[in-house]
């Protein structure tokens, strides 16, 4: 069975990662959408806010759940029997990133970390992009899922 984690703050899913994850859905047998917990981060949306903005997206999908976690990203695809990471790239800064953390990830352990690039119409969304956008009274609703309301 081949499951992977694909962890991040999600603060809030975006059309990219929903992308990201729609696409990797064939390859996998099961993706459990990992929200990290970071004390020291300040979140926009809270923690349940963000479960139900990507369980509701996902909805439909059977080989798609959510969770939450704290600690190392492995240590968590070690509780869970997943032997694959699965991150998105949109840009040449986040490959360097990104492989520094897959690097020091299969050192640590034998998980892989498998990289897809964004579609091209959503290489341009962040997260922090849709709070900024948000925060100034912008219309994000095109830059997330339908599920990402702001009340």
Do not use: W
């Not at 600690?71 to 070690?78: E, R, V």
Request: proline share 4%.
């Amino acid at each position: 069975m081949r499951k992977a984690i694909f962890p991040g703050s999600f603060d809030p899913i975006t059309l990219g990662h929903e992308d990201i994850i729609k696409r990797s859905i064939p390859l996998f047998d099961e993706i459990v959408i990992a929200i990290g917990i970071n004390a020291e981060k300040k979140y926009m949306f809270s923690l349940e806010d963000r479960k139900r903005f990507i369980e509701e997206t996902f909805k439909n999908e059977p080989k798609v759940s959510v969770i939450t976690y704290e600690g190392l990203t492995i240590d968590l695809c070690h509780r869970l029997k997943a032997d694959f990471i699965l991150r998105g790239l949109r840009n040449p800064a986040d490959f360097e990133f990104e492989k520094a953390i897959a690097h020091t990830n299969r050192r640590l352990s034998k998980i892989e970390t498998v990289f897809l690039l964004t579609a091209a119409r959503t290489s341009y969304i962040s997260s922090s992009i849709v709070r900024d956008v948000i925060r100034n009274g912008g219309q994000y609703e095109m830059l997330v899922p339908d599920a990402v309301r702001v009340k």
